[in-house]
């Protein structure tokens, strides 16, 4: 369980491909004390096992299914990738509850400058649009953010400059992937509610 409050970005220094396994080495500075193999660490907001670390690099392994269902099928070799470790009881939850169990890929389609903040559009399967309420939660590459408006199958966000500063979101382009996860509260009542 995470809270969408990145602590740091790593950089992914390889990509090995073994049958069917992936694994990613990923770099980052004074992040992994404390950290042990078998550890989980939301990578873009999925949560990713920790099964090989030294100093300032660590290994996770990708499913095949973890690869279809982020955009980590189309990871490249110097990506930034923002890095939380799994909350611990007692913590503050400053985000929201995030599972770091991806629901679906969404596309940047439009920056919009107002002020001096920036705000992203990004488009979602439309499946998924029915958990997304204005003021309501939602993880963008593991980031917890506010809903500033959704509508069908777009969704906006705003952010403030420290959230540019320490996460990968300031590097995104129009058309670039990243990884949604609704919020759980939502998916659960939907469960509840077809009952």
Avoid: W
Avoid at 19 to 27: C, G, H, L, R
Avoid at 70 to 87: P, Q, R, V
Avoid at 93 to 121: M, P, Q, W
Avoid at 136 to 151: C, F, M, P, Q, R
Wanted: some cysteine.
């Amino acid at each position: 369980m995470f809270t969408g409050i990145v602590e740091k970005t790593g950089k992914l220094k390889k990509i090995e491909k073994k049958t069917d396994k992936v694994y990613f080495i990923i770099e980052v500075d004074k992040f992994l004390n404390g950290v042990k193999i078998g550890d989980s660490i939301s990578c873009d907001g999925t949560c990713l096992t920790v099964v090989k670390k030294t100093k300032n690099i660590f290994t996770v392994e990708l499913m095949p299914e973890t690869l279809r269902l982020t955009k980590f099928i189309d990871s490249k070799i110097g990506d930034e990738i923002n890095l939380e470790k799994a909350s611990k009881i007692g913590d503050r939850i400053n985000g929201h509850f995030v599972s770091g169990h991806v629901d679906c890929v969404g596309v940047l389609k439009k920056i919009i400058k107002e002020g001096k903040y920036f705000c992203f559009a990004i488009r979602i399967p439309g499946q998924f649009s029915k958990f997304l309420a204005y003021k309501g939660s939602v993880s963008v590459n593991g980031v917890s953010l506010t809903i500033a408006e959704s509508k069908k199958d777009i969704f906006k966000i705003c952010l403030i400059t420290h959230t540019l500063n320490i996460t990968n979101l300031s590097d995104l382009k129009i058309g670039d992937k990243v990884n949604i996860e609704v919020d759980l509260i939502a998916r659960y009542l939907e469960k509840m509610l077809e009952k």
